[in-house]
């Protein structure tokens, strides 16, 4: 069994197509975070001096733009209902593990 054969059991999705589909929109999504980085940095730090911090600024910030161009890709590439279901999954994670962090 093929790698993208396993990536579609796991995913559960119908075709090989649609899993091409689909890491084709991670691509995108990852490519565009990557492009938009310099430009937003060179608007916040003109100078072109960056403090240690804005790295981690950014990774916080960037969380919540990646999951809105996964959705935007998904979408343009007919794969929109798959991202949905994929962030519901992911915040519902992430929701869970801020649970188990404040009740302990």
């Known amino acids: 069994m093929s790698w993208l054969n ?4 796991r995913w559960k999705v119908n075709s090989l197509w649609q899993v091409i589909l689909i890491l ?3 691509a995108c999504t990852g490519l565009t975070v990557l492009f ?3 430009p937003l940095f060179n608007y ?3 100078e072109g001096v960056k403090p240690m911090w ?3 600024f950014y990774w916080i ?7 809105i ?4 890709y998904g979408f343009i590439f007919g794969q929109f209902q798959f991202f949905w279901a994929f962030e519901k999954r992911f915040f519902s994670r992430f929701a869970n593990i801020l649970n188990k962090k404040n009740h302990e």
């Open 61 to 67: 910030l960037i969380l919540p733009v990646y999951n």
């Open 69 to 72: 161009f996964l959705l935007f």
């Open 54 to 56: 804005a790295s981690i």
């Open 24 to 26: 084709l929109v991670f």
């Open 44 to 46: 916040w730090f003109p």
């Open 6 to 9: 396993k990536l579609q059991a």
């Open 36 to 38: 938009i980085k310099q």
